[in-house]
């Protein structure tokens, strides 16, 4: 395997492992989950918490074994950018709640973001060449 190839493989490997985690924990503390984004002012907080675990961890699962990438990729994308602006929304005030670890939690998720676009536009092949210089 090349070094190309490795930090790939490696890359999506973490990624994966790093939905797959939080998306049980979903289900094994469900209640702090469900006060956690009621808190933030989300209406169907408990299916839209069991939406969420089923999709990390059904899409990290089929990451972990290298199939269907740029879909689960996209996927975790979208869902990233919704939980972003409506559980770390740091420019609002909650109470209890600390606007600089949100806004912390909001800058890295913005990386996981991009980090899971680069995955999605590698699993779908070479994009075209620009010319343009």
């Known amino acids: 395997m090349n070094m190309k190839n490795a930090t790939a493989h490696s890359g999506r490997l973490l990624l994966a492992l790093y939905f797959f985690l939080p998306g049980i924990m979903k289900f094994m ?6 006060q956690l984004m009621e808190t933030h ?53 909650y109470e209890g709640v600390d606007v600089k670890h949100e806004t912390q939690n909001f800058v890295k998720n913005l990386a996981i973001f991009a980090g899971l676009l680069v995955l999605a536009a590698n699993a779908m092949g070479t994009p075209p060449q620009d010319n343009a210089h």
């Open 29 to 34: 503390d469900w209640d702090r989950h469900v």
């Open 41 to 93: 002012g989300m209406v169907l907080a408990p299916y839209l918490l069991g939406l969420a675990g089923v999709i990390q961890v059904v899409t990290s699962l089929s990451l972990f074994i290298n199939r269907h990438v740029a879909i689960c990729a996209l996927t975790l994308a979208v869902m990233t950018l919704v939980i972003n602006v409506n559980l770390h929304d740091f420019w609002n005030i």
